[in-house]
T-cell receptor
Framework: NAGVTQTPKFQVLKTGQSMTLQCAQD?????MSWYRQDPGMGLRLIHY???????DQGEVPNGYNVSRSTTEDFPLRLLSAAPSQTSVYFC?????????????FGPGTRLTVT | ELKVEQNPLFLSMQEGKNYTIYCNYS?????LYWYRQDPGKSLESLFV?????AVKQEGRLMASLDTKARLSTLHITAAVHDLSATYFC??????????????FGIGTKLQVIP
């Protein structure tokens, strides 16, 4: 199993550009989530999904969009990039709702917005 | 809103010494997680604590949970350099319909000095 994969590993965007961060898992996990990690702020939840077709907002959803059309994939879209979105983004998955949310994390995407 | 607080945020300790990291959270939850992150890497799960009084041990690390006090501890015994990393605690909340969110603490950066 590849586990949780994320692409790209690094990305530089100009202010106002849009892009999609890809996340995929091959463990048949129902629960998937996106976090951003900034120095001194830990991990903050952006959006999460409890299954295909079902998503919800986390702590910092503004400027980001998600959809979940399959169990395997959970892309994160930046609609119009801003310097405040410079961060490291982690995708994670967990077996399912109603179960303990021990999460498996992807390797991360380091995004810089200039 | 669930708040998760860790202390200390930075810890420099000598090899061979013992120390404890504390994690307090603000609302009722029976499920707490500890993760480790090496510099520039992703997060890996260390412990899942699912009930009051739960205790888990792996090598020189031992985690416990007191849900009445809303407190978890991560105890380090006879620290070695390989334990140098940032340690996060996380707590989850659930709602009807299967929705669950995980809130992370800011993290404790541990440096073990030879």
């Amino acid at each position: 199993n590849a586990g949780v994969t994320q692409t790209p590993k690094f990305q530089v965007l100009k202010t106002g550009q849009s892009m999609t961060l890809q996340c995929a898992q091959d463990m048949n996990h129902e629960y998937m989530s996106w976090y951003r990690q900034d120095p001194g702020m830990g991990l903050r939840l952006i959006h999460y999904s409890v299954g295909a077709g079902i998503t919800d907002q986390g702590e910092v959803p503004n400027g980001y969009n998600v959809s979940r059309s399959t169990t395997e994939d959970f892309p994160l879209r930046l609609l119009s990039a801003a310097p405040s979105q410079t961060s490291v983004y982690f995708c994670a998955s967990s077996p399912g709702t109603y179960l303990p949310l021990e999460q498996y994390f992807g390797p991360g995407t380091r995004l810089t917005v200039t | 809103e669930l708040k998760v607080e860790q202390n200390p945020l930075f810890l420099s300790m000598q090899e061979g010494k013992n120390y404890t990291i504390y994690c307090n959270y603000s609302t009722t939850s029976d499920r707490l997680y500890w993760y480790r992150q090496d510099p520039g890497k992703s997060l890996e799960s260390l412990f899942v604590l699912l009930s009051n009084g739960a205790v888990k041990q792996e090598g020189r690390l031992m985690a416990s949970l007191d849900t009445k006090a809303r407190l978890s501890t991560l105890h380090i015994t006879a620290a070695v350099h390989d334990l140098s990393a940032t340690y996060f605690c996380a707590v989850d909340q659930s709602w009807p319909g299967g929705y669950q969110k995980v809130t992370f603490g800011i993290g404790t950066k541990l440096q073990v000095i030879p």
